[in-house]
């Protein structure tokens, strides 16, 4: 018996990195999972992630999606529940990326990132909840979900300015979103990686960056997706059933240090 067995969740950002993660772990504990992603091929190569699910025997779709047009997300979760009957775990993975300060950051930037990293997030949330309050609580919830944060979203970052803020804005609609809606048996919360090596190009595996996060994270390691798969997986499954509002940080101690 899977943890996830039976369960519907939809994941997104699911083609590459932490949602990849994220959504082969849930398939490989029974959950029924709908990819959501502007692109079905992984940024870092190899297979997709619906044809690692399905060549495990799992079962998974992908649907190709903005989450920053709500009516991609309303598209989105619409097909999941036509496919499946409910909606029991949204992933609000998503996010895009630019390592700015304030003064370096333009419009457009700022606006990109917000649009994906938050308003993408807040759409996602709201879909979902608006699916979740017409369905009977299984095990005394609704549904479930859960928000991939960042340790960014807790310390500032230098030179993360957009990026940072969006992910302050996570924890605290996290938060809100608990709060307001406990007493409809919504289950929210988020997931905070630290520094987890993805596979993904660029400055994320710049050397002197690595050198830093292996010398100031206490674990004498640093993270792997699978780690963060591992927290989502708990947040998303029954064991979570009285934990709600919280910023699970997954970082080898680096916050406690």
Aim: aromatic share 6%; hydrophobic share 45%.
């Amino acid at each position: 018996m899977g943890m996830l067995d039976n369960k519907v969740a939809v994941v997104t950002g699911a083609s590459s990195g932490l949602g990849r993660a994220i959504a082969l772990r849930y398939a490989a504990e029974g959950a029924r999972v709908v990819l959501a992603d502007v692109r079905d091929e992984p940024i870092e190569g190899g297979a997709t992630t619906l044809t690692l699910i399905e060549a495990a025997g799992g079962s998974a779709f992908f649907v190709a999606t903005d989450v920053g047009q709500w009516a991609e997300i309303d598209a989105l979760i619409g097909f999941a529940v036509e496919r499946f009957g409910r909606l029991d775990v949204m992933v609000n993975n998503a996010a895009t990326y630019t390592g700015t300060n304030m003064l370096e950051s333009s419009e457009a930037q700022w606006e990109r990132v917000l649009r994906v990293n938050l308003t993408g997030m807040f759409f996602g949330c709201k879909r979902a909840v608006q699916q979740m309050l017409t369905q009977e609580p299984v095990d005394e919830v609704r549904g479930r979900i859960v928000n991939v944060s960042s340790q960014h979203g807790m310390v500032a970052s230098p030179g993360d300015f957009p990026y940072g803020v969006s992910k302050g804005g996570t924890v605290q609609l996290t938060r809100q979103i608990a709060v307001d809606h406990a007493a409809e048996l919504i289950v929210c919360n988020a997931v905070a990686p630290g520094k987890i090596i993805t596979g993904k190009p660029g400055a994320a595996n710049d050397p002197h960056a690595l050198d830093y996060s292996r010398r100031r994270t206490p674990w004498p390691r640093l993270g792997r997706p699978e780690d963060v798969a591992g927290a989502a997986l708990f947040l998303g499954s029954s064991l979570a059933s009285f934990v709600t509002g919280i910023n699970l940080m997954v970082d080898g101690g680096w916050m406690a240090g």
